[in-house]
């Protein structure tokens, strides 16, 4: 069964870092571009990142403070926070792209999220 | 990029059908095929059940179909089931200049 899980969220204090990982089983998750999606408590959907092979693709809001990053060996996929800030509060999801063709096409499959709390 | 429009909720009885709008700009929806819709259920992840405006994935029901014409895409849902009162979101690629991937805001569908 293809799956992905998520972990490593947490609460962190403003300026502070967080690795989240994405555990995927069932599926290579090198052949695949990979996605992370935020939801902030009671708001929509965030796109946050995407990696395709060495190419790496970030929202304005996290660019320069979050690194996208995969261990093949591991079949895990990361998201190192930094700086981070009040407004990266959210749930996090990982999500694997539908085509193997297409890096920019949608997530058919989700991990679970991890929640992620910024305050002091 | 703005988010995508959405209405914010949208209703109906069980049997009937309901279309929830997603309209976007020249820069996303208008220039790609890329459209995706996404069900969430309350403290659930969200599930694809549209790509590539039109697409569904394997395991999907028939009951959702996606359309696009220029800048706005639609979902229909026929034969509502209680089932389905869920959040929907739609999705495009919007990388004109750069990789972008934009939401719309959500909607609240409601089976009454």
């Known amino acids: 069964e293809v799956q992905l899980l998520e972990s490593g969220g947490g609460l962190v204090q403003p300026g502070g870092s967080l690795r989240l990982s994405c555990a995927a089983s069932?599926?290579?998750?090198?052949?695949?571009?990979m996605s992370w999606v935020r939801q902030a408590p009671g708001k929509g959907l965030e796109w946050v990142s995407t990696?395709?092979?060495?190419?790496?693709y970030y929202a304005e809001s996290v660019r320069g403070r979050f690194t996208i990053s995969r261990d093949s060996s591991k079949n895990t996929l990361y998201l190192q926070m930094n700086s981070l800030r009040a407004e990266d509060t959210a749930i996090y999801y990982c999500?694997?792209?539908?085509?193997?063709?297409?890096?920019?096409?949608?997530?058919?499959?989700w991990g679970q999220g991890t929640m992620v709390t910024v305050s002091s | 990029q703005s988010a995508l429009t959405q209405p914010a909720s949208v209703s109906g009885s069980p049997g009937q059908s309901i279309t929830i709008s997603c309209t976007g700009t020249s820069n996303d929806v208008a220039s790609y095929n890329l459209v995706s819709w996404y069900q969430q259920h309350p403290g659930k992840a969200p599930k694809l059940i549209i790509y590539?405006?039109?697409k569904r994935p394997s395991g999907v029901s028939n009951r959702f179909s996606g359309s696009k014409s220029g800048n706005t895409a639609s979902l229909t849902i026929s034969g509502l089931q209680a089932e389905d009162e869920a959040d929907y979101y739609c999705c495009s690629y919007a990388g004109i200049i750069t990789f972008d991937v934009i939401f719309g805001g959500g909607t609240k569908l409601t089976v009454l």
């Open positions: 990696i395709n092979g060495d190419n790496t």
């Open positions: 999500g694997k792209v539908i085509t193997p063709y297409d890096y920019r096409d949608a997530l058919d499959i």
């Open positions: 069932g599926f290579t998750l090198s052949s695949y571009a």
């Open positions: 590539e405006s039109t």
